[in-house]
């Protein structure tokens, strides 16, 4: 079945240490996107890529980087810059590099600081 | 730029009455419009969609209307069941770079 793959479903960082979230998709979808998602709000979005080696910062970039070297593969890295990262992370492809039919989601990842 | 927001953060109803959440966008040259559903841990999860020449799309048990001169577009649930208790975000698409634009969500609660 075709989808999208998040891991690690659950992880913990300590202060100071960078992490690194995956994301893999096997739709043949173009465009990849990451968001997170704090408790009762919505969807912000960090960065998106609409091909293969090219990305672009969303609404909260400050802190994450990614890279997109496949066109299946889109890693978030939170690094020791982000001061809050405890939150749920979603990745999301869309058919084409723009919204027009929607997004596929991941099952996301939690990343809880300790 | 969009803004998307939705009337309630909560909402409660009984099993087997009808559910209605609603949603309000701002941008008028908005065209497409989708409902995602998610339950606690999960990713969101496609409901239904409609575009902007149509008013009202229907699926199972749901209901999806669209009022573009208000900007506004709600969500009904049919016969409300416990598995429909989730979290509900409306998303808009519009502008040059053709992205989704989400709103806050409303958490639905079914009660016995």
């Known amino acids: 079945d075709g989808g999208i793959t998040q891991s690690p479903k659950y992880l913990f960082r300590k202060e100071g240490q960078n992490v690194t979230l995956s994301c893999e998709q096997n739709?043949?979808?173009?465009?990849m996107y990451w968001y997170r998602q704090d408790p009762g709000q919505g969807l912000r979005l960090i960065y998106y890529?609409?091909?293969?080696?090219?990305?672009q910062k969303g609404d909260i970039a400050e802190g994450y980087s990614v890279s997109r070297e496949k066109k299946e593969s889109f890693p978030l890295t939170v690094t020791s810059a982000q001061k809050n990262p405890t939150a749920f992370y979603l990745c999301?492809?869309?058919?084409?590099?723009?919204?027009?039919?929607?997004?596929?989601f991941g099952s996301g990842t939690r990343l809880t600081v300790v | 730029g969009e803004s998307v927001g939705l009337h309630l953060p909560t909402l409660s109803v009984q099993e087997g009455d009808n559910s209605i959440i609603n949603c309000a966008y701002s941008?008028?040259?908005?065209?497409?419009f989708i409902w995602y559903k998610q339950e606690s841990g999960k990713g969101p999860q496609f409901i239904i969609d409609?575009?902007?020449?149509?008013d009202k799309r229907q699926g199972q048990r749901v209901t999806v209307l669209l009022n573009k001169t208000v900007k506004h577009l709600s969500l009904q649930i049919a016969a409300t069941q416990p598995g429909d208790s989730a979290v509900y975000f409306c998303?808009?698409?519009?502008?040059?770079?053709?992205?989704?634009?989400f709103g806050s969500g409303t958490q639905l609660t079914v009660l016995p």
């Open positions: 999301a492809s869309s058919i084409r590099d723009r919204g027009d039919y929607g997004y596929t």
């Open positions: 739709l043949n979808h173009d465009a």
């Open positions: 890529s609409q091909i293969v080696n090219d990305f």
């Open positions: 941008n008028s040259a908005s065209d497409y």
């Open positions: 409609i575009r902007s020449n149509m």
């Open positions: 998303a808009v698409l519009s502008g040059s770079a053709r992205q989704l634009t």
